[in-house]
């Protein structure tokens, strides 16, 4: 019998960031706003209507917030709808 070892807490922290991304992905393709999730679901590309360059998003701050625009921009990991209506927002601009 071959045993599954539990993941580590790092296994799980990672997991968590991919599943907070794909919740934020989810609540832009409601909004209408094309997101692809990139680099094994570490990072959102979100796309914006008019020609112009992809707004990359990543889970940062030990996995509080959403962040974009090299951090300058953040918004709480706790609110999925909130973080895509502000993104929403920025890349229609």
Do not use: C
């Amino acid at each position: 019998m071959t045993r599954i070892a539990p993941a580590g807490a790092a296994d799980l922290a990672w997991l968590d960031e991919q599943h907070r991304l794909v919740r934020l992905r989810d609540q832009l393709v409601l909004l209408g706003v094309n997101a692809e999730l990139r680099d094994g679901n570490t990072a959102l590309m979100v796309h914006r209507p008019a020609p112009g360059l992809p707004v990359w998003v990543f889970v940062g701050y030990g996995g509080a917030s959403y962040s974009w625009q090299n951090a300058n921009k953040r918004h709480p990991v706790d609110d999925p709808e909130g973080a895509a209506a502000v993104l929403a927002e920025y890349v229609s601009r």
